[in-house]
């Protein structure tokens, strides 16, 4: 990202197409809205491993 200029990132190929900014954003909000609550809804389908003070979801291979 460190290459890109402000105008890069904020570029958009079309009015109906996402910029690079855009794009960034949605993946943040998902990650931390979105993928968080997934052990919650399905807590059988992930193996937590906990190192330190930090948890470590993954999904089981079903």
């Known amino acids: 990202m460190c290459e890109l ?3 890069d990132v904020r ?3 079309s009015p109906d197409r996402f ?3 855009e794009v960034l954003a949605h993946l943040s909000h998902s990650e931390a ?3 968080r ?3 919650a809804l399905a807590p ?3 193996i937590v491993k906990t190192v330190g003070n930090l948890q ?3 999904t089981k291979v079903l």
């Open 11 to 13: 570029w958009k190929p």
């Open 19 to 21: 910029s690079v900014a």
């Open 56 to 58: 470590h979801r993954k």
């Open 44 to 46: 059988d389908a992930y």
């Open 37 to 39: 609550a997934r052990p």
């Open 33 to 35: 809205h979105c993928y």
């Open 5 to 7: 200029s402000d105008e």
